[in-house]
């Protein structure tokens, strides 16, 4: 399993808290934000399931404070797991009025980052889902997600495409199982979300990326290009 998260701090290499994940290989980086609006716009676009937020900021054009967790109420209503990092202790209160389930201090000690690890693994619904139900008039098919490859939008139905063949068609848009679907589905074009477990290749020349040992080719579109970069960054960190 591995759980994604996003880092938003002034120092977009956030250095220190990529150093220490990096001893947690079931955890990958979605991404870094670097002010309160870029923060806000990933964690919508790339729907993390933790995100570590720095909220005393030395420079104060970035804005970044607990206000943008107070916004993202405003358009979701399911947030991401949230842990302050920050060297100082004074938000603490504020943080947990605010609703943050975490509070580390920085330079973050490895044994704490842990802890808070294990915490958020106990708690997110997310980690421990591994099944979909996909409604039919009458029926009820439950799928497991790992055998899902892809999905196609058809007007306002969605096909369900499995591992082993088989195409299942619900009756939700594409844009109900982008909101409801775990980490590792991306949405790479306005009529698919891929299984990003199933992907074996994406030339971005051709912008195609190929599924299911390249059995399957599907277009992404330039609107989604941040969510490619997502993908190539989980499965090969070591290429960016």
Known sequence: MQYSYLIIDEDISAKDTLAQLEGFPEYFCAGVASSKDEAVNKILELQPLLVFLEVSPKNKKSQLSLSIITELHQYIDTLPYFVITTSNTKFAYDAIKAGVSDYLLKPLNHFELRKALLR???????????????????DYQFISLNDIVYLKADNNTTDFYLQN????????????????LPFFFFRIHNSYIVNSNYISRINTGKALCYLNNSDVSISFSKTFKDNIDTIIRKIAPENL
């Open 120 to 138: 958020f693994e106990k708690t997110s619904p997310l980690a421990s889902r591994d099944t979909i139900c996909i409604k039919s008039y009458g």
């Open 165 to 180: 063949g088989k195409k299942l068609t619900a009756y939700k848009t594409l844009k109900h199982y982008e909101a409801n």
